[in-house]
């Protein structure tokens, strides 16, 4: 069976836990992805997704110049690690209600592995 590490994202897209909400969806535009991590003092200290900005900051009505990503992060990462497989990705997304996963290999954090990802896999494979 293949590998997480051989279907995962390596090029992780961060930006620095002061940045804005509306300076972290153009982020996300510029970039085209749904997913971002929170950086502070070099650290991953979290993540935000697309579904995130609207649900947590646009809907709450927040100062989207003025609140930082920060605020509305998810802390801790949801993780999963090289040794387990793309089954063991789907579903622990799907218990999680996300749609990112954080790849870690020995507690370092190696890459990112999204539900796009799984269906890009598994739909070349039928």
Not at 78 to 85: A, L, P, R
Not at 88 to 117: C, P
Request: proline content about 2%; charged content about 30%.
């Amino acid at each position: 069976m293949v590998s997480i590490t051989e279907v995962m994202s390596k090029n992780l897209k961060k930006i620095p836990c002061e940045t804005s909400i509306a300076d972290t969806a153009k982020k996300m535009r510029d970039e085209r992805v749904g997913a971002l991590f929170i950086e502070k003092g070099g650290e991953l200290i979290g993540s935000v997704t697309d579904r995130e900005l609207v649900r947590k900051a646009v809907a709450e009505r927040k100062d989207l110049e003025n609140t930082t990503v920060e605020s509305i992060m998810t802390t801790p990462l949801n993780s999963i690690d090289t040794t387990q497989t793309l089954l063991d990705a789907q579903d622990k997304m799907r218990d999680l209600g996300v749609r990112h996963l954080v790849v870690r290999e020995t507690g370092k954090v190696v890459g990112i592995i999204s539900v796009g990802d799984l269906l890009a896999y598994f739909t070349w494979r039928a």
